[in-house]
């Protein structure tokens, strides 16, 4: 049975805080109460008018007061970032403060109430990874310019004491004779000494308040980006200490989409530092700092080291000592590796938000949904272009796929995009393109000096859960709208006249029809009209809000 706080003592607190309506409902997320009178209570309260509330009962501190201000401070700082535009839940106030003492059960304790934003991430991938990014570098800028102060450190101080530091158990697992000791002295003695580099420059390295805890279980995915909750580790951080330390946690400690390649963490460790760069780029003493902490951190991560069926603890215990001297050499290279100049911001791409699409360029990681939507999730197919059949095989579409992202990876900004890939909620979802058509509104495969040339875009969509969503209409806006910007005033459409889909949302984009080559397709057995749309109702498009970053 889900423990819960008694609807009486859920409406007494909430009466304190201004709310007067009755309880309906009340969900539990976290309901500890131990035998010495420390509690972590944390539910949400329906009223009766559907406002939604968290409300959290704390004594996690032997002193109580203490606790109390620092809760108090955290939650200013809560407010600071949420009127500052940060997507954050609203606190209340019950006598001026946002943190109050409370009785529950004779048990002294601490109590909030805030708003509820939502249910939080379940799963990590590329683009929420980079919205993370994208989101600390935010309020670490905000902070700073604020002077934003709490008065306490974070779990994540990577020059001195930190919650994921198991390098004590790795010396103790280490003592084994079997294991290759001229590694491990390596290994030990490259840790001091980029320790060491590190503290010599860290009162000298920009500081201040930070969240302190940015996971994906403390992040909701909202239509207009991502709403952070529960700063109950927010405090005092080197934000470059900050930025390193919850990147690797992002990328190696949260639950993974299915069927992910080894290298995926690694996509996801770079996606959110590109988000990051496009916001906040770090100065020299930074990015010098932020590959030692990345270099020391990542080679002896505490995943690596305990916890895990391939961490080394586990080798040693089952005296596999080849494999576990195979990864302590792989550590010390990991440690040993030369600054390859991701902290200065040398592989940032191009990327344009606009509604609740993202539009970007491709990344290492999509390679993976395109050779599955090329070979086994084709429905897409089935209105794109079915007469011409998706099939091929994983090999053939990873080489392919590769190759191109290999020529496309590089692209200076002010080269004009002739293709996009589209994300929503978080996902890499399809793609929007342009390709040259002629006077007869045919393709054109190699233009010639001289020749009549238009722009024809499309779109694909390959989930069919994002289907009839407005997904396609708000791309194809965007991408209209970035074609208008460089200098691109006439645009067609081109499609079939049995994809019903493309019809409304050209219809809905302003496009009318101009060309129509009448059976010219045939689709089991049918035959349909190739249609061929020009956009004449510029105005949908012209004047919007794009919001664009690029290489910095």
């Known amino acids: 049975m889900e423990n819960i706080v008694e609807t009486n003592v859920t409406e007494a607190i909430l009466k304190l805080y201004g709310f007067s309506g009755k309880v309906t409902e009340q969900k539990s997320y976290v309901h500890v109460i131990e035998e010495d009178g420390w509690m972590k209570l944390i ?70 109430v805030e708003d509820w934003c939502g249910e939080e991430i379940t799963e990590i991938n590329t683009d929420i990874a980079y919205q993370i990014g994208e989101l600390m570098a935010r309020m670490h800028c905000l902070s700073l310019e604020q002077n ?17 530091d198991s390098f ?19 290994i030990k003695a490259l840790r001091e000494e980029k320790l060491n580099r590190l503290r010599d420059l860290w009162d000298s390295l920009p500081k201040a308040a930070v969240q302190g805890d940015i996971s994906i279980n403390n992040l909701v995915s909202a239509d207009d980006g991502l709403i952070i909750f529960d700063y109950n580790n927010a405090g005092d951080e080197v ?17 993974l989409p299915p069927n992910v390649s080894e290298t995926y963490t690694e996509q996801l460790f770079s996606a959110f530092l590109k988000g990051y760069l496009s916001v906040r780029p770090l100065s020299e003493a930074e990015a010098s700092a932020a590959w030692d ?13 305990v916890y895990r069926d391939s961490a080394l603890d586990a080798l040693v215990k089952e005296k596999n000592y080849k494999a576990a001297n195979g990864l302590l050499t792989k550590m010390l290279s990991d440690m040993e590796e030369a600054d390859d100049g991701r902290f200065r911001g040398l592989e940032e791409t191009m990327r344009i938000k606009f509604e609740n ?10 390679i993976e949904d395109y050779v599955r939507w090329f070979t086994t999730e084709t429905r897409w197919s089935k209105t794109d272009a079915p007469w011409e059949p998706v099939e091929s095989d994983e090999e053939t579409e990873s080489a392919s796929w590769r190759e191109y992202y290999e020529s496309v990876k590089e692209l200076p ?49 390959c989930e069919p859960d994002a289907w009839g969503k407005g997904v396609g209409s708000n791309a194809l806006r965007a991408f209209i709208q970035y074609y208008f910007e460089h200098g691109i005033d006439t645009i067609y459409t081109q499609t079939w006249s049995g994809n019903v889909r493309m019809l409304r949302c050209a219809e809905k984009l302003g496009f009318k029809e ?27 498009h012209k004047g919007g809000d794009l919001c664009r970053k690029q290489r910095t």
């Open 168 to 186: 004590p158990d790795f010396c103790e697992i280490t003592k084994n004779g079997n294991l290759d000791q001229e590694t491990v002295a390596k």
């Open 357 to 366: 699409i993202i539009l970007r360029d491709m990344i290492e990681s999509d």
């Open 514 to 540: 101009c060309h129509r080559n009448i059976g010219a397709r045939e689709v089991d057995g049918q035959k349909y009209d190739g249609l061929t749309f020009c956009l004449v109702d510029q105005t949908l």
């Open 413 to 461: 900004d002010h080269v004009r995009r002739w293709k996009f890939e589209i994300c929503w909620n978080g996902r890499h979802i399809g793609w929007v393109s342009s390709y040259p058509i002629d006077e007869n509104y045919e393709w054109i495969g190699e233009v010639k000096d001289g020749q009549t040339v238009h722009h024809a875009i499309g779109i694909d969509i």
């Open 148 to 164: 934003c102060r709490i008065g306490h450190g974070t779990l994540f101080s990577a020059a001195y004491w930190n919650d994921v």
């Open 43 to 112: 539910f949400r309260a329906t009223l009766a008018d559907g406002q939604r509330l968290i409300l959290k009962l704390l004594h996690e501190d032997e002193d109580l007061s203490a606790e109390m201000e620092k809760v108090e401070k955290q939650s200013i700082f809560s407010e600071q970032m949420r009127n500052s535009g940060i997507g954050t839940p609203k606190r209340y106030q019950a006598d001026g403060r946002y943190c109050n003492r409370f009785l529950y059960h004779g048990l002294p304790c601490l109590i909030t």
């Open 239 to 255: 934000l470059v200490s900050d930025l390193v330390m919850e990147g690797l946690l992002t990328a190696y400690e949260m639950d």
């Open 293 to 305: 902490i990345y270099t020391l951190y990542h080679g002896l991560w505490f995943t690596r080291i």
